[in-house]
Structure formats: structure tokens, C-alpha cells
């Protein structure tokens, strides 16, 4: 049985029709146009929205109005970069580098696909794909030489990227964790939803992270598919699905909010979601994940938090994560990263701010 990527976006459909965007990310959506001589106040007018969007959140927009902002003004560019790249992304660019990777046997090769299309293009985007101990790292590498909002771009790159590396596969990307270079945005507080792991800011690189077992998961999808897939990408992959309502995710959120996670059961969580463990093992396996596997990715975050953000000691991190000794520890570590945990911790400071 395969898991219902399209049933797994809509999901979050009523949510959404009830949600409006923080005012925050609509004036950086519009710093694009704005840095090619385009009037904010006159793009909003021709959309039918009140200036006070951009201030006030009680005049915030939906998301059907955003739909309708962003094709205005891909229409006034010409431009499907929204004003924010190096060069114009002309309309046609993400449904092109779509059917580049369709034929590809594997996300990882599609993946690499993808980075090799986008460094064609030319728009000062490039990406790259690391395979670390247990951790896939797709990294993008980013012009900005316009100086416009960082966190804008970043958060718009990853959202479609993630989704379409889904949609590939036709199951969730279970993510480990996410690196910005740029503070939290004010629009951060959806981050839990949207991203569903830890997020880390002020790092020395835009990242993704991820189990390298995903890269071997094949392309479910065909050339058919593909056209379904563009009626609505990529601005529907912006504006149409904001969380991620996945049962993964959800189990995944359970954990995090755990402070002793050794200590819950399958059971427990089977019973505090009302179904049963054959039935919660089930749809896991659908979305193409088991219990343990989320459990253990969510132990490697809880690591990588204590280790980066909070600066815990090595020797508390071990008690915390249940492990006998540190160089149990240590060799776990290493497996899952491919460093050491000291050499990590010195190799992810967040940089000044």
C-alpha cells in the first residue's frame, strides 16, 4: 500500500483556510519587486489587499490571497525567483528541473539532479549533498547580493525542496534538524509546524538534515504524475499545504516533548493517539518509517541540541540520552554524524548574529 502524499498535504487544508501570514513575511515578499523599482502599496492594491497587512496582524492576508499575491507578481517579473535571485528564474524553470530528475531511480540521484539543473540556471543558488555517518546534508550555498531578507528565502527554499523531495519518494522526509545562517524570522513560530524537528540560526550554513536511508528510497513517481504535480507547483507547495500533519510528524512532536523518551513505550503512544499499535505500526510503515526509527532520530536531535544550542557538558549529555559511559556515547555519535562530539560542537558554533 502506498502512502498518500496528495491526502498527506491536504490534510492540513482546514487548518489553513482559517490561517493568515504574519505581516512580517509578506513585507519580506515583497522586498523583491520593491529591489526593482516595484511599488509595495501599488502591488497590494492590484491584489485587493489592505496595506495594513503589512503592519497590523489583524489585517493579515490567508493563504489564498498570498496565491494570488505571488502570481501577480511572478507575472510583473517574469520571474519565478520573485525578484530575490541573482538573474530572473523565467516561468517554466522549476516544472524544467522537475522533469530533469522524473527519470532518476533514487531520491539521492534526484537530489543530485536537482543541484546540478539549479547550478545551470545560473541565479546564484547552488546546493550540495553530503552523506555523513547515518545523516544525509543537503546544504544550499547562497548569493545575496542584493541584501534582502535572508530568512525569506531560506525558509521559502526549504519548504519547497522538502516537499518536493516528498513527493518523490511519495513519503514523508522524516528531518533530523535545520540550519539557517540568518536569526529566527518573525514568522518563526510556524517553524514547529512547517519543519517539524529542531531548528538551529546563526550557523555557518543553510542545511537540511535528514537519515541517508531516505536516498535510497526510489522515485515512485512517472511522467504522469509529474503533470498533477505542476498543475500546482511550485506556489502551491508554498501557499496550499503549511504543516506537516503526517503521522510521523506527529509521533515525531510526541517525543520531542519528552523528557525521558527511553521510557515511552509503543504502546503509550498508540494509546494517546486512540488507535492501536497494529494499526499506528501500519500507517508508519505506509508513510514508510517504523517507531524506532523516529525514535532514534529524535534521540540523535536531543544530542545535537544539548551539544550545539544549550552547551551541556559531554558527560550530563550521556546520562541524558541513557548511555552507560562516554565512550559508548562518543561511538554512537560518530556513527550518526560521522564526528566526534567535541569535533562537532567546535565545528557548529553559531556565528555572530
Not at 518523490?168 to 540568518?182: N, S, V
Not at 509521533?251 to 513505550?265: C, G, H, K, P
Not at 501500519?282 to 544530542?303: C, P, S
Amino acid at each position: 500500500m502506498h502512502f498518500n502524499f496528495k491526502g498527506w498535504l491536504l490534510q492540513s487544508m482546514p487548518m489553513i483556510q482559517r490561517s493568515h501570514l504574519h505581516p512580517a513575511f509578506i513585507s519580506a515578499f515583497l522586498e523583491g519587486p520593491a529591489s526593482l523599482g516595484h511599488d509595495p502599496k501599488n502591488i497590494l492594491e492590484q491584489c485587493d489587499v489592505d496595506i495594513r497587512a503589512l503592519t497590523d496582524e489583524e489585517y493579515a492576508i490567508n493563504l489564498t490571497a498570498f496565491n494570488r499575491l505571488i502570481d501577480y507578481v511572478w507575472k510583473l517579473l517574469d520571474d519565478e525567483g520573485g525578484g530575490f535571485y541573482t538573474r530572473p528564474m523565467k516561468p517554466g524553470s522549476f516544472a524544467m528541473g522537475c522533469h530533469a530528475s522524473i527519470t532518476t531511480p533514487n531520491l539521492r540521484k534526484a537530489l543530485l539532479r536537482q543541484a546540478r539543473y539549479t547550478s545551470l540556471l545560473q541565479i546564484g543558488i547552488e546546493s550540495t549533498l553530503e552523506e555523513k555517518g547515518e545523516e544525509a546534508i543537503v546544504t544550499y550555498l547562497m548569493e545575496n547580493a542584493k541584501n534582502l531578507n535572508p530568512a525569506f528565502i531560506i525558509t521559502t527554499l526549504f519548504i519547497i525542496r522538502i516537499r518536493w523531495a516528498s513527493w518523490i519518494i511519495d513519503k514523508p522526509l522524516l528531518l533530523e534538524r535545520i540550519h539557517m545562517t540568518c536569526d529566527k524570522p518573525a514568522w518563526g513560530e510556524l517553524f514547529d509546524d512547517i519543519f517539524p524537528c529542531r531548528h538551529y540560526f546563526n550557523q555557518p550554513s543553510n542545511c537540511i538534515v535528514f537519515n541517508k536511508r531516505f536516498l535510497d528510497m526510489p522515485n515512485a513517481q512517472t511522467p504522469q504524475t509529474l503533470s498533477d504535480f505542476l498543475a500546482h507547483a511550485p506556489q502551491g507547495l508554498l501557499t496550499h499545504y503549511q504543516s506537516d500533519n503526517s503521522l510521523t510528524a506527529t509521533v515525531q512532536r510526541m517525543l520531542q516533548n519528552e523528557d525521558a523518551i527511553e521510557r515511552l513505550s509503543f504502546e503509550t503512544v498508540a494509546d494517546r493517539l486512540h488507535t492501536t499499535t497494529q494499526t499506528l505500526r501500519r500507517r508508519l510503515k505506509e508513510e514508510g518509517n517504523t517507531y524506532q526509527e523516529i525514535k532514534d532520530t529524535v534521540r540523535r536531535d536531543m544530542a545535537v541540541y544539548h551539544l550545539v544550542k544549550l552547551n551541556t557538558p559531554i558527560n550530563e549529555i550521556v546520562t541524558l540520552m541513557g548511555f552507560s559511559e562516554p565512550s559508548a556515547f562518543n561511538r554512537a555519535f560518530k556513527k550518526w554524524t560521522g564526528m566526534t562530539p567535541g569535533h562537532y560542537r567546535e565545528h557548529h558554533q553559531p556565528t555572530p548574529a
